[in-house]
């Protein structure tokens, strides 16, 4: 584990960003939503709180996002369903409430997220 904590930033113009396994103890901010072409989003194995904030939903090159491990509550921005069908979500090990709706294409870990009984990766279009 790395020791980086305080608040998360954003640098601008990049495609990857990993700040999992540190002490992050913060929320996620909205300004998440301004990284216009990143790819991947790792903040795994932190102690974030709060929810996710629905400005994720703007990021359309976004592929991958973990926020596994962590103390994220509340329900899960319906947008994000949205994303492309490659897109991954990995939000277990939180204490997320309310259900992924059917329709979804994306491929969802939620194992103990509190979300729904699903424990392995699986697609959610085939939910029931």
Do not use: H
Not at 57 to 62: A, D, R, V
């Amino acid at each position: 584990q790395n020791k980086i904590s305080g608040d998360l930033i954003f640098p601008k113009n990049i495609d990857r960003l990993d700040y999992s396994n540190n002490l992050f103890s913060t929320t996620i901010p909205s300004n998440i939503g301004l990284l216009e072409n990143v790819e991947q989003i790792n903040l795994r194995s932190n102690q974030l709180y709060g929810t996710i904030p629905a400005e994720i939903g703007k990021l359309s090159s976004l592929r991958f996002f973990d926020v596994s491990f962590n103390k994220l509550s509340s329900s899960v921005p319906e947008i994000i369903f949205s994303l492309s069908e490659n897109f991954k979500l990995d939000m277990s090990e939180n204490k997320f409430s309310g259900k992924i709706p059917k329709y979804t294409k994306i491929n969802v870990l939620c194992d103990y997220s509190g979300i729904i009984d699903s424990a392995c990766l699986w697609r959610c279009s085939e939910c029931k």
